[in-house]
């Protein structure tokens, strides 16, 4: 059993100029000749220059993810987490002070990064804290406390302040953080806007 092919239908050649009529021999063909072929090109000529910038730009950021350190994925993921945190206590006033103003907002670790860094995705450990408390009175930690007793209680507070063991984040586990939590703000950004 043979099947029959069906032939192609015959065009108008694409180039104004020219406008023979021609049956194309591939599908696609827009144009009858190499001559119209070249006449017709820097009418594509953009959308090609788009193309490979497109293409290289996908290269180079794919490149980038590759040959970026851990120390840059970390700061990544705490600033996705940071975000997020600052997102969650959006209506609350500043963990230290207790004012609501309409400056810079920050996320405050009550135990810090340096001092606990097994703490530093601890949301129970972060608050929303206003520019002034966390820069200039180095987060004004008494009244934190004070604050976090009365937010999380004291048993809990007990718990951030105690021994924990030290922990090691993987690159897989810190984009997996980042993920997480840009996932997570997106979601309470979505919640405010319904």
């Known amino acids: ?15 104004a100029a020219c406008r023979a009529s021609f049956v194309p021999s591939r599908m696609g063909q827009a144009v009858c000749s ?3 072929a070249l006449a017709d090109a820097p009418r594509d000529e953009p959308k090609a220059r788009k193309a490979l910038a497109d293409i290289s730009r996908k290269k180079l950021r794919a490149s980038k993810v590759k040959i970026k350190t851990r120390a840059q994925h970390m700061k990544e993921a705490q600033a996705a987490f940071n975000a997020w945190i600052r997102e969650r206590d959006i209506g609350l006033p500043c963990v230290s002070c207790g004012r609501h103003h309409n400056g810079q907002w920050h996320a405050g670790h009550y135990r810090t990064v340096g001092g606990n860094p097994e703490l530093r995705f601890e949301p129970l450990n972060v608050w929303r804290q206003c520019a002034p408390c966390n820069n200039h009175k180095s987060g004004d930690i008494v009244n ?10 004291a048993e809990q507070v007990a718990w951030l302040e105690g021994p924990h063991e030290p922990r090691k ?4 586990e810190i984009k997996t953080i980042k993920a997480e939590y840009r996932a997570k703000t997106r979601e309470l950004k979505k919640g405010e806007a319904a």
């Not at 934190?144 to 209680?153: D, K, Q, S, T």
């Not at 984040?169 to 897989?172: A, I, N, Q, S």
């Open 34 to 36: 190499p001559a119209c």
């Open 169 to 172: 984040y993987t690159v897989e």
């Open 1 to 15: 059993m043979t099947i029959e092919r069906k032939q192609p239908k015959p065009k108008k050649c694409r180039v």
């Open 144 to 153: 934190y406390r004070l604050e976090l007793v009365r937010r999380i209680g």
